[in-house]
């Protein structure tokens, strides 16, 4: 039986993907201004997306281009994308 995805183990892939790409941690710097370039999941529709802020008005895409979708299917894609980073770094 496979464990259950929860917010927790989203989060912490998106932490690891604003590590590897040198993305800032946070939606917001300590001046209350939107950090451009952030990961963060994305819920909306009973699902979840990871997104990445594209401008400082808030704007942000679709990173892996399916909408909000189970927290499994984006899990087992986050860990796809995590991989392509590591072996386009060498990692």
């Not at 201004?33 to 990961?39: A, E, K, S």
């Not at 594209?54 to 995590?82: F, Q, T």
């Amino acid at each position: 039986m496979s464990q259950r995805i929860t917010n927790a183990h989203l989060q912490g892939m998106c932490d690891t993907i604003n590590r590897l790409t040198g993305s800032p941690m946070t939606y917001l710097n300590e001046f209350n201004q939107i950090n451009v370039g952030h990961y963060h999941i994305s819920g909306a529709y009973g699902g979840v997306n990871l997104a990445r802020v594209v401008n400082s008005s808030g704007g942000e895409r679709d990173v892996v281009s399916c909408g909000h979708i189970s927290k499994r299917d984006l899990y087992d894609r986050m860990y796809a994308y995590i991989r392509g980073i590591e072996d386009t770094k060498g990692v």
